[in-house]
C-alpha cells in the first residue's frame, strides 16, 4: 500500500525502530547511552519542527524591534559602540516584519543576521556599560527583554520526558 507518511511520522519511525530494533543488540551501556540521546534529539525534533516557522517569524519581528528600540534607549550616548548599535538598528531594525509563511531561506538568512547583530549589540553594551554608560544598561534590559522568553519558549519546546538523559 502506498503512504505519504509525514515527516513527524518518520521521525517517530526512525525513534520506535531505534528502541525496537538497535537497542535490544547493543550491550555497551555507553552505546545504549547514545542510542537514548539519538532518540531524544529526534523527539526534541518531532516537538519543534511543527512550530519552527511561527518562531523564526515572530524572532525576527522581534529583533528587528530590539535593535530599533536599544538604540533609542541609547539616545545620545557616544562612542563607537553607541555608533554600531546604532547602525545595526538602522541597517537590521528597519526591514520589514516578515509575514506568515514566509519565504524561509530568506526568514532563516535574514534571522541569522539578526542574531548576529544582536549577540554584537551585546558586546558593544558590555564595552558602554564597563564605560559607565548608565543608558547601556537600559538598552541591555531592552535586549534581555527580547532573549529571556525565547530561552524559555525553546526550553518549553525541547524538553523530552523529564529531562536530559545520563543525569543522575
Do not use: C
Not at 531505534?18 to 551501556?29: D, H, K, T
Not at 531524544?40 to 511561527?54: E, G, I, S
Not at 528597519?94 to 558586546?123: E, F, N, Q, Y
Not at 553594551?125 to 525565547?150: F, K, S, Y
Amino acid at each position: 500500500m502506498l503512504t505519504s507518511p509525514s515527516i513527524d511520522d518518520l521521525l517517530e519511525g526512525v525513534i520506535v525502530a531505534l528502541q525496537a530494533e538497535v537497542m535490544p543488540a547493543v550491550s555497551n551501556e555507553k552505546a545504549m547511552a547514545t542510542v537514548a540521546m539519538m532518540q531524544a534529539v529526534l523527539q526534541q525534533v518531532r516537538a519543534t519542527l511543527p512550530k519552527f516557522d511561527a518562531f523564526i517569524v515572530d524572532e525576527h519581528n522581534s529583533m528587528t524591534k530590539t535593535l530599533r528600540d536599544t538604540a533609542a534607549v541609547l539616545g545620545t550616548a557616544s562612542g563607537p559602540e553607541a555608533e554600531r548599535i546604532r547602525g545595526r538598528a538602522r541597517a537590521l531594525g528597519s526591514r520589514a516584519d516578515i509575514p506568515a509563511p514566509p519565504d524561509m531561506t530568506a526568514a532563516a538568512a535574514a534571522h541569522k543576521a539578526l542574531g548576529d547583530a544582536l549577540v554584537a549589540t551585546m558586546v558593544d553594551l558590555d564595552v558602554l556599560q564597563r564605560a559607565g554608560n548608565e543608558a547601556a544598561d537600559r538598552a541591555l534590559q531592552v535586549v534581555r527583554a527580547h532573549w529571556g522568553p525565547r530561552y524559555a519558549r525553546d526550553v518549553q519546546t525541547m524538553l523530552v520526558g523529564a529531562g536530559m538523559i545520563g543525569r543522575g
